[in-house]
């Protein structure tokens, strides 16, 4: 009985200690839903604010938009009105201007050309009153004034009346070294400008004069204009292109500078071409001499001299007592030493003639090499690169021939005095053995 009583005392006091656990747990639970009201209250104003915020800005866009649209509207119609007007007052122009227009595209291309003149015309360097003006109308975007157009007029009959005069000038003049100074120098014309130097090369956009880097032969100087311009006689060498003709002169190789684009090959073309000339003026020199010596032999045979014709006849004196056989032999023999002597230097001629051509063909072959292997590391797009190897293939094929000719042409006259000196010989020889033959009574 007790213990039924305990259990019960115990589960009263347990159901009291759930309910009171349970009534904790319900008074949390409404603190937290009025912590979270409240946390939503304050969020809800916060979203309030910003909404109102976004609708005033809204309708500031809005506002701002609606005037700008007016804006809009209003610089239509002001842009229309305007187009109207225009289109109005072209028609007006138009109708006003008449061919004005097309007289205007005259004037202005006259006066581009007349600039264009007055940039490269050397009268530019005293006779340049009207070049503003004339610059006025080409840059001008409307009608010419009355005043510019005469102004146009007056530089075109300047320019004329400065054609035709041979007039003294002072002009800057800028050396090699850089260097400027005021020098005097004759104008031609409009043809050039003639210095101490020669010719002067003008520049109009720089107002300055250059010395041509080459002259032409007897080309004039400001001292023989000077003298031609007191006596009266206008006459002088003038290049009738105005300067280009002298610009391309500097660009024309001379004799050495074509010998140079031979190379080593050429070099030794020309050193061959030198050895078989002394060779040659030596050889040719030694047989005229010996020609006058044998033609002086021949009037007096009887005094063998020291020449080949005296060694000839001296055999034949030299012994008495001899057969004709013997005797020939002997002359024979002199003869062929003679010949021999006479015909020294000559088949080195013939040998030099020989190499020189081939010599030009190794050139040849040896420029071409060159110009591929320029194509191959620059390409055939330029032909000033590949003008190297072709002009020391040219170059050497003209020095061969050039040296082979002449070299040929001295082998054949010194042979054929060769020839004609042995002729004599052999004929004196004969002659001698004739003799002796009649004098013995034997046979030749």
Do not use: C
């Not at 610089?75 to 009105?81: A, Q, R, T």
């Not at 007056?154 to 005069?165: F, V």
């Not at 044998?294 to 005296?310: A, E, M, T």
């Amino acid at each position: 009985m007790q213990l039924k009583t305990l259990t019960f005392a115990f589960s009263l006091l347990a159901m009291s200690a759930n309910a009171l656990a349970v009534d904790g747990l319900v008074q949390q639970s409404r603190q937290d839903q009025k912590s979270e009201k409240a946390h939503q209250q304050v969020r809800e104003s916060g979203f309030k604010q910003t909404e109102a915020q976004i609708r005033a800005e809204r309708d500031t866009l809005l506002a701002e938009r609606k005037k700008l649209n007016e804006e809009t509207d209003r610089l239509s119609d002001i842009f229309g009105k305007n187009e109207q007007s225009l289109a109005q007052l072209e028609d007006e122009l138009r109708l006003e201007s008449g061919s004005l227009g097309e007289l205007f595209g005259v004037v202005r291309q006259t006066a581009k050309d007349l600039d264009a003149e007055l940039d490269t015309s050397v009268t530019t360097a005293d006779r340049n009153q009207h070049t503003d003006v004339v610059k006025k109308i080409v840059d001008a975007k409307a009608l010419p004034s009355l005043k510019q157009l005469n102004g146009l007029w007056q530089g075109m009959l300047e320019q004329i009346q400065a054609s035709a005069e041979l007039r003294k000038v002072s002009v800057p003049l800028v050396n090699g070294e850089g260097y400027e100074s005021e020098v005097e120098a004759y104008r031609l014309g409009s043809i050039g400008l003639i210095g101490e130097q020669g010719y002067l090369a003008w520049h109009g956009d720089r107002h300055v004069a250059t010395p041509y880097l080459k002259q032409p032969e007897h080309a004039p100087v400001s001292s023989q204009i000077a003298a031609l311009s007191e006596s009266g006689v206008q006459m002088a060498v003038v290049d009738p292109s105005r300067g280009k003709m002298l610009a391309q002169l500097a660009h024309t190789p001379s004799l050495m500078d074509r010998l140079a684009q031979g190379g080593v090959v050429g070099q030794i073309i020309l050193g061959l071409l030198a050895i078989g000339g002394v060779i040659a003026l030596y050889r040719g020199g030694k047989l005229l001499v010996i020609r006058q010596q044998i033609q002086s032999q021949l009037k007096n045979p009887q005094q063998p001299g020291n020449n080949p014709l005296g060694r000839v006849l001296s055999v034949y004196d030299k012994e008495q007592n001899r057969s004709v056989e013997a005797l020939e032999l002997r002359l024979l023999e002199t003869i062929v030493d003679e010949q021999q002597g006479l015909e020294r230097g000559l088949s080195m001629l013939k040998l030099l003639a020989a190499l020189a051509p081939m010599l030009g063909l190794l050139g040849t072959v040896t420029g071409m090499i060159e110009t591929f292997q320029v194509i191959t590391q620059f390409g055939n797009g330029d032909p000033k690169v590949m003008a190297g190897g072709i002009s020391m293939a040219l170059v050497t094929t003209v020095l061969g021939l050039v040296s082979a000719m002449p070299l040929l042409l001295a082998h054949n006259l010194l042979s054929t005095q060769a020839d004609a000196i042995r002729n004599i010989l052999e004929k004196q020889g004969i002659s001698l053995v004739a003799a002796e033959a009649e004098k013995t009574g034997s046979p030749a």
